[in-house]
């Protein structure tokens, strides 16, 4: 069973940028299509953005296009998200997974922050 843990959120100003990591621990993560979700307190998980295994399609939520971008590397068995252009409405816990279902083992996510 493939265990995924996320990094590179935290604190940042309206306008500002973060590059989230999603490091697997498997090499079979290579094999799937992985996504990046959100958690905003009190709201479901939304999937923010996807990528399929050979990191040549991609697609995002309306509300992050333009601003998002996902990347993948699969020699690192990572897949990234870097955020620009940050809203405080983008504040949430992200969380790296497949794309759809049956799921990996749900990391613990990673906190982004973004003040106005």
């Known amino acids: 069973q493939v265990h995924v843990a996320e990094s590179g959120g935290g604190l940042v100003q309206a306008g500002g940028s973060l590059r989230l990591s999603c490091a697997a621990s498997e090499r079979t993560f290579s094999n799937y299509a992985i996504a990046w979700f959100h958690q905003a307190p009190g709201k479901e998980r939304v999937l923010v953005a996807g990528i399929n295994w050979s990191g040549t399609v991609t697609r995002y939520a309306n509300s992050v296009k333009g601003r998002f971008t996902i990347s993948r590397d699969n020699a690192k068995n990572t897949v990234y998200l870097q955020m620009n252009s940050l809203k405080p409405e983008d504040t949430a816990v992200y969380y790296c997974?497949?794309?759809?279902?049956?799921?990996?083992?749900w990391g613990q996510g990673t906190q982004v922050t973004v003040s106005s």
């Open positions: 997974n497949r794309e759809q279902e049956p799921y990996f083992y």
